[in-house]
Every structure is written in C-alpha cells, then in structure tokens.
C-alpha cells in the first residue's frame, strides 16, 4: 500500500508529465485559456492515461516481451514480440481516444465543441504514449502499480493545466507588460509551476 501511494504521489508531482518531462505541451498551451475546457480535456487524459497503461502492461507481459507467450505454449518461449510494442501500444491509445471522443460528443456536446481538434488529438499526445512507454521502462510489478501511475500521471496532467489556466484567467485583467503578453508570460508562470513542482522531489513516503 505504501508502494502504490508512492507511485501515484510521484507520478502527480515529481514526475510530472508536464513538468518534469515536457509531455503534452501542445495541447497544454492550447487547451489551458479557460478553466471549463482544461478541466474536460484534463479529464479526458486521466480517463485515456488510466485505461491506456493498464491495457499495454498486460498486452506488454503477456503478449510481446520475451517468453511472455509461455501461457499459450513452452515452445514459444523464445519469442519476442517486443518490436511491435509501439505500433500495439498506439492503436490502443487511439481506440480509447475514439471511445472519449463519442462519449463528450453524446454527453457533453458543448465541450465537445470547445474543445475542438484537441480531443481527437490526445491520441498523438505525447503524455499519453509517454505514460505507456514510462511503464515498459520502470518495468512495474503488477498491474496496480502500472493502473496507479497511469491514473497518477493524469492526475498531475490535470492538475497541471487546470492550474495554469486559473492563473490564465485571473491574468487576464493585470497589467502583464505588452512584450509578455499571451504564450511569454504563460510560459513564465508555467516555469514558475514547475520549481514549485519540483519542491516535491525532497519528501520520502
């Protein structure tokens, strides 16, 4: 229990997707001018990161790593599907997005509307492939450890943009110097976010 709580306090605030990896910027800039179509897309994320990783760990372990095929047959012991583990971990990225992409259509179609070319397009987000590739690096133990970085991991995504465009919103009426402007101070004060993310890195659960 204290392994997972480990897990998803990390992946929320030092290993920040946004922060910490840069992961997801487009759609961060993007997406983060009001807090309403943050926080959908941000939702959005969690549900993809928190189904995503789970899905390509069990893909990943028994299907393309080496001897993961053992269950089916002890002859296939020396297989290793290994190479296919990007291509699999995208069509599953993108039938997910699909999903989320009908659901917002049918149940929200407001914030379908705002949001845009930015919700088919979480499937090439780069936090979202990130969050399954970070899972095959750390090699995780089991699939609630994968389930609670991935669903940590949007979390923080979330966080990170709703955060932003709260403090967009609220910029709006201060007098910002004209050369800063739009995108300069945004990335300012996201600059600012991250120190304040990576005061995190010093606390041991």
């Known amino acids: 229990m204290e392994n997972l709580l480990d897990i998803f306090v990390k992946s929320i605030f030092i290993d920040n997707m946004i922060f910490a990896y840069f992961l997801g910027m487009c759609s961060y800039l993007a ?14 994320v969690v549900f993809v990161l928190g189904i995503t990783v789970p899905v390509n760990y069990l893909i990943e372990n028994y299907l393309l790593q080496e001897g993961a095929l053992t269950w089916l047959s002890p002859n296939l012991a020396d297989v290793d599907l290994g190479f296919l583990s990007f291509i699999i971990f995208i069509a599953v ?14 149940f929200a179609p407001t914030l379908y509307a705002s949001l845009g070319i930015f919700l088919p397009l979480i499937a090439v987000n780069c936090s979202i492939l990130g969050g399954s590739l970070f899972m095959q690096e750390r090699a995780y133990n089991s ?23 709260a403090i967009r919103e609220k910029i709006r009426y201060s007098n910002v110097p004209a050369p800063l402007r739009g995108l300069g101070i945004t990335f300012i004060i996201t600059g600012l976010m ?8 010093g606390i041991k659960l």
């Open 143 to 165: 699939i609630v450890e994968a389930s609670v970085f991935g669903l940590g991991s949007g979390v923080g995504w979330l966080l990170a943009i709703v955060g932003i465009a």
């Open 93 to 106: 990225i993108a039938s997910m997005v699909q999903l989320v992409e009908m659901i917002v259509d049918k």
């Open 31 to 44: 997406v983060s001018k009001t807090v309403k179509t943050s926080m959908g897309l941000g939702l959005a």
């Open 194 to 201: 991250g120190i304040a993310f990576m005061s995190f890195m």
